[in-house]
T-cell receptor, first 115, second 113 residues
Framework: SAVISQKPSRDICQRGTSLTIQCQVD?????MFWYRQQPGQSLTLIAT?????????ESGFVIDKFPISRPNLTFSTLTVSNMSPEDSSIYLC????????????FGPGTRLTVL | AQSVTQPDIHITVSEGASLELRCNYS??????LFWYVQSPGQGLQLLLK??????LVQGIKGFEAEFKRSQSSFNLRKPSVHWSDAAEYFC???????????FGKGTRLHILP
């Protein structure tokens, strides 16, 4: 299994500003994923981040709005840029498991409120 | 394209009663299937998963799920619910173990005392 931490756990931000969310895992992993959960909604994948390559974004998400860094095998950041109230969500990172029958592990999430 | 349907947005059961949460998926090949639970203010916890083999899978907290290929279903069951089971339950599908996961919209479970 993997233990994942995210910082900050929550934040309240002003419209037009940016927030960078950190995701740290206690072991080296190949793939990291960033999801968004809007209020009362399910989780939607934003992008997949592999170390050493650019992130792959899902339809409806763009790099200018959600730049992602993946500097090593245990860390990633997601920036929510030029925020608006519609960006108020929980942002979760997840990592792939290491065993052949392992699964994805999710971080505790970052609850973002944009005023 | 992969998709997951959870037809019930809310379900209410009495404590001690049995539970079944429905999940239907759409995927061309044998999918990887998951059930996650999210308690209020908590993170996402994996209840169980199906990759291959026995179609009846056991999970944590007394939950089980049955993969039925003919019905494209992966329903979650528990014989006797506890008040602590009140939470949001998400069914999800992936193409591989390390692939992105597509989530259903979730079913919120309410428990009556």
């Amino acid at each position: 299994s993997a233990v994942i931490s995210q910082k900050p756990s929550r934040d309240i931000c002003q419209r037009g500003t940016s927030l960078t969310i950190q995701c740290q895992v206690d072991s080296q992993v190949t793939m990291m994923f960033w999801y968004r959960q809007q209020p009362g909604q399910s989780l939607t994948l934003i992008a997949t981040a592999n170390q050493g390559s650019e992130a792959t974004y899902e339809s409806g998400f763009v790099i200018d709005k959600f730049p992602i860094s993946r500097p090593n095998l245990t860390f990633s950041t997601l920036t929510v840029s030029n925020m608006s109230p519609e960006d108020s969500s929980i942002y979760l990172c997840s990592v792939d498991g290491t065993g052949p029958t392992d699964t994805q592990y999710f971080g505790p999430g970052t609850r973002l409120t944009v005023l | 394209a992969q998709s997951v349907t959870q037809p019930d947005i809310h379900i209410t059961v009495s404590e001690g009663a049995s539970l079944e949460l429905r999940c239907n998926y759409s995927y061309g090949a044998t999918p990887y299937l998951f059930w996650y639970v999210q308690s209020p203010g908590q993170g996402l916890q994996l209840l169980l998963k199906y990759f291959s083999g026995d179609t009846l899978v056991q999970g944590i907290k007394g939950f089980e799920a049955e993969f039925k290929r003919s019905q494209s279903s992966f329903n979650l069951r528990k014989p006797s619910v506890h008040w602590s089971d009140a939470a949001e339950y998400f069914c999800a599908v992936g193409a591989r173990r390390d692939d992105k996961i597509i989530f259903g919209k979730g079913t919120r479970l309410h428990i009556l005392p």
